[in-house]
């Protein structure tokens, strides 16, 4: 830049230095991180910590000369007058930097002074934008606007130098002063930009380190952890000493002076960004994308473990350790490495995972293992196997021990896991000394897991064949009866088809323990099960010996042992069919129980048994009469007896067979005394109504038929039919009134089937009327018969039909009964419409009557209609006269009466005449006949020879 002579004179009379003369104020030096104040926002956790500056500074600036202010008074007077833009420029250039020196001092910021010199900047750069100085310039108005509050426009600013400025050795200083920023107000994503461009000025320059190391955390905070971790790789690659590394502590403690602080730190975000990608599986999976793996792999594996550890994050330290082993299954670490997962696991509590550990560990490195490539396990690794082995073991043990016994199939699987983890540590230490105890732990889980065959098998093995120098295990007889009871649990609980193979193994176990051990002291309780046993298989012959074994052992067997046996020897002989014999044992068995003894209900039931089987013999003989007797025999022998309601039912079956109803008759009315909710009592009932029919009992009958009418549980067909048979045998035992109550309970609970129905409704009225005299209640049924027939066009072969019929003719009859006794009094005209009313309601009874098309029944109808008619007339001549008539008013009175008479008598011979139309249908009977008698007598000129013809059809007929 030149600066003519005027220019300089007229700064050196403001008192203002040459740039060239006054290098106070022209600060071409760096600032440094050391002059910073704030932290990057991260926790103050005694870790390293890159600090970001509150204001910049242009460090070398000398102190406030003490003539500041007129300095500042020249500066813009300058500014005022007419100058080159060199001058100018200078001049806001100086004041402003006055004015920033000036507000910043003390540590006070004083705002309008600052703002002035923003806008002497912000003018300066507007004016002359190519001044040379503007790095300068945006750099000090950074600070300016940084020291204001405005972070952005100083954030902005800061960032032009970079961008304008590429070349100037601010560049880097702004640009890094930016970043702080940017990262400090969380803009991580800017952030990340402006420490990359720091880094693009490559490491010769003094932001490099700190800008690299906050380039990783931008990327971090970002979440953008591939991207972090190459960069913090790239400065534990620098940091870290050279070679090989393995030791976190060693590696640490060789870093150079002044940097361990930013490695620790370094190596501290890397776990983070390894766990937020997924824990140590993430740290595989960086190499494989890097496409080699560092030098200090291993020291990462370990130190990423550790520092979870230390956080209390157990599973993703056991990750750690366990994505080492991943990688490098075939390691000389990898067992260490999956030791230390297992201690993180145990350490945090995590049972499950700890287990699951053990269990992959056995497979990893069990001898033979692919791990091993032919070679030997080491020492380390066969103790750590040896107590994996059995930890795992014993872990299923309690775990199956713990659970509720309502979890079944849960228990038995753990337990079947704990046997599977013994029998493995068998397998590969046998000769250890506690391998014996393992066997029993081993058949104990495999037992409680429900494999009773194997269990059985296992406790035989552990009883007998594990001899240290001969000498048999204090264990080994214990051992041997849970074999025994082992083959016991198969038997009642396996298959059913593997039943009978159970029991023998049983027995053998159960005849071996008491040859081996005969001082056992269960030794005849095991014999006497193995003689129930025997008899199960169908083996009397051989439970029988077993049983006279015991009851001869010296010393004697317990009392409840030998009674046992006495109930085996019972058994023996009710197995062979020898029911006598079998009685008689087991009356002596019960004799010898105590009067509370458990074993006296079934040894009762065995008695009861034993009797009724004897019956079923002579039954099946043909002896009838013993065979009753003996069924009859089991009550008396033992009256509680389950089999009794059986015994006392076929002997009531056994006595009808006989037709002895008396005593079928006793036994089943004693059957429905004793046994009303037996599921045998309806047909007992059944058979006891027979037998009271067929014993000439109808009344008796009619009752039990009442009952079974009202079991609910018996079919509806069933039902009905008892209810009528009750109604049938009270009437046949001439008892109407029950017999009524029958009927009616029939006709209102059973209206379908219609013809029965009817039948009933019919039966009711006949008692009504024959046996109670009860005329309402007779006419009422009969109008339940014709309302329950509907409109009588049914099956004319219907006895419901008929029923129908007969029920409307004897209303119809009923009615003209009725009628006639209307007598016809003065004044006739009233009595003759009221009898002619009564007339017209049986009329049109009979005449319903007749419709239904019955010869019988249409002539009798067909009779009384003109009956009605006829009586009608005679009533009519027959009726009083009134008083004030006489002479010839009397005679014409009488008159008229008759032919009124007369029309009423030529509707009677017409009905008369029609009924004897049924002739020509070759229908005669009373009512035709009483017809024919009517017709001769109104009309004898004409139907006189009726009488005679009479005769005939009687004969005919």
Do not use: C
Request: charged share 25%; proline share 5%; no cysteine.
């Amino acid at each position: 830049m030149t600066i003519s002579r005027f220019h300089v004179a007229v700064l050196l009379a403001l008192g203002v230095s040459h740039p060239a003369t006054a290098a106070v104020l022209t600060d071409d030096k760096p600032s440094t991180v050391g002059s910073t104040t704030e932290t990057n926002g991260l926790e103050r956790n005694g870790r390293f910590v890159v600090r970001t500056p509150s204001i910049l500074r242009v460090d070398g600036e000398r102190k406030l000369p003490p003539n500041v202010g007129a300095a500042l008074a020249q500066y813009d007077r300058l500014l005022t007058l007419p100058a080159d833009p060199a001058t100018r420029a200078e001049a806001l250039r100086r004041g402003a930097d006055l004015r920033v020196q000036l507000a910043d001092v003390d540590g006070l910021v004083n705002l309008p002074v600052l703002k002035k010199a923003i806008s002497q900047y912000q003018t300066l750069l507007a004016e002359q934008p190519d001044y040379p100085l503007n790095d300068r310039v945006l750099y000090q108005l950074a600070r300016a606007q940084q020291a204001t509050g405005n972070v952005d426009l100083a954030i902005a600013n800061l960032l032009q130098i970079g961008s304008r400025y590429p070349s100037s050795f601010r560049a880097p200083d702004g640009l890094f002063r930016a970043a702080e920023l940017l990262f400090q107000r969380k803009r991580f994503g800017e952030a990340e930009g402006a420490y990359k461009q720091v880094l693009a000025a490559g490491p010769g320059n003094i932001y490099f380190e700190p800008a690299q190391f906050k380039y990783g955390w931008s990327l971090f905070r970002q979440a953008k952890h591939d991207e972090a971790l190459t960069v913090f790789y790239a400065i534990l690659d620098r940091e870290l000493p050279p070679g090989e590394l393995a030791d976190p502590k060693a590696a640490l403690a060789a870093v150079k002076p002044g940097k361990l602080d930013m490695a620790t730190e370094v190596l501290r975000v890397t776990g983070l960004s390894l766990a937020a990608l997924g824990g140590g599986r993430s740290l595989a999976a960086s190499f494989d994308r890097a496409g080699t793996e560092p030098r200090f792999a291993t020291l990462l594996y370990v130190s990423l473990a550790d520092q979870l550890l230390a956080q209390q994050r157990y599973t993703d330290a056991a990750d750690a350790s366990l994505a080492f082993v991943e990688r490098h299954p075939r390691h000389p670490l990898a067992p260490g490495f999956e030791t230390r997962a297992m201690a993180a696991w145990e350490q945090g509590g995590f049972n499950e995972l700890l287990v699951a550990g053990k269990a992959r560990y056995v497979e990893h490195y069990l001898p033979g293992a692919t791990y091993w490539q032919g070679a030997a396990p080491t020492p380390e690794v066969m103790a750590a196997l040896k107590g994996n082995l059995a930890a795992l073991g014993r872990h299923y043990h309690a775990v199956a021990q713990a659970r509720p016994e309502s979890e079944v199939a849960a228990r038995q699987a753990d337990f079947l896991k704990a046997a599977d983890w013994y029998a493995r540590s068998l397998q590969l230490f046998p000769q250890d000394p506690g391998a014996a105890e393992l066997a029993l732990l081993q058949a104990d889980a495999l037992y409680d897991g429900g494999s009773y065959e194997a269990a059985a098998r296992q406790y035989e093995h552990a009883a007998y064949d594990y001899r240290s120098g001969g000498k048999v295990p204090a264990t080994a007889p214990t051992t041997a009866y849970a074999a025994v009871q082992a083959w016991q649990r198969l038997a009642h609980e396996g298959a059913v088809e593997a039943r009978p193979v159970a029991l023998k193994e049983s027995v053998r176990a159960s005849l071996k323990l008491a040859e081996q051990f005969p001082a056992h002291p269960q030794w005849a309780l095991t014999l006497t099960r193995a003689a129930d046993d025997l008899l199960s298989l169908n083996d009397p012959e051989a439970a029988f010996g077993v049983a006279t074994r015991v009851l001869a052992a010296n010393p004697p067997a317990a009392p409840e042992l030998r009674r046992e046996m006495l109930g085996v020897v019972a058994d023996a002989r009710y197995s062979q069919q020898n029911y006598a014999a079998a009685e008689t044992a087991y009356a002596e068995l019960i004799k010898l129980l105590p009067g509370d003894a458990a074993q006296r209900a079934p040894a009762s039931e065995r008695l009861a048994r034993s009797v009724y089987e004897q019956a079923v013999v002579a039954r099946t003989a043909g002896d009838l009469k013993t065979a009753a007797r003996s069924f009859q025999r089991v009550g008396s022998v033992v009256p509680d007896a389950t089999i009794r309601p059986a015994a006392d039912f076929d002997a009531a079956s056994t006595y009808f067979e006989l037709h002895d109803w008396a005593n079928a008759e006793a036994t089943l009315e004693g059957f429905r005394s004793r046994y009303p909710t037996h599921a045998l009592v309806a047909d007992a009932e059944k058979k006891l109504a027979s037998a009271y029919d067929k014993d000439n009992k109808p009344g008796r009958a009619a009752g039990v038929y009442g009952q079974i009418a009202q079991r609910d549980s018996l079919p509806v067909d069933t039902r009905r039919d008892a209810q009528w048979l009750s109604a049938e045998g009270y009437r046949r035992a001439a008892d109407a009134a029950t017999a009524s109550k029958a009927y009616e309970l029939y006709a209102s609970t059973w209206p379908q089937p219609l013809d029965r129905a009817q039948q009933a409704r019919h039966q009711l009225a006949d008692i009504a009327r024959t046996s109670n005299r009860d005329q309402a209640r007779y006419l009422y049924w009969l109008q339940e018969i014709v309302k329950a027939d509907g409109s009588g066009n049914g099956d004319a072969a219907s006895p419901a039909r008929l029923l129908a019929a007969e029920a409307n003719l004897e209303l119809g009859q009923a009615g003209a009964a009725k009628a006639r006794l209307l007598r016809l009094s003065l004044p006739l005209q009233a009595s003759l419409a009221q009898r002619r009313a009564a007339i017209e309601s049986a009329v049109a009874l009979l005449d319903r009557a007749a419709a239904y098309g019955y010869a019988d029944v249409t002539t009798a109808a067909t009779h009384e209609l003109a009956t009605v008619y006829r009586e009608l007339g005679r009533a009519i001549v027959d009726s009083d006269r009134p008083a004030s008539l006489s002479g010839e008013a009397l005679e014409q009175y009488s008159l008229m009466l008759e032919e009124q008479a007369n029309g009423f008598d030529e509707k009677a011979m017409k009905a008369y005449e029609a009924n004897l139309a049924h002739l020509r249908q070759g229908v005669w009977n009373d009512w035709v006949r009483k017809s024919s008698v009517a017709l001769s007598e109104l009309a004898p000129a004409r139907y006189g020879k009726n009488v005679r013809l009479e005769d005939r059809y009687e004969s005919m007929h």
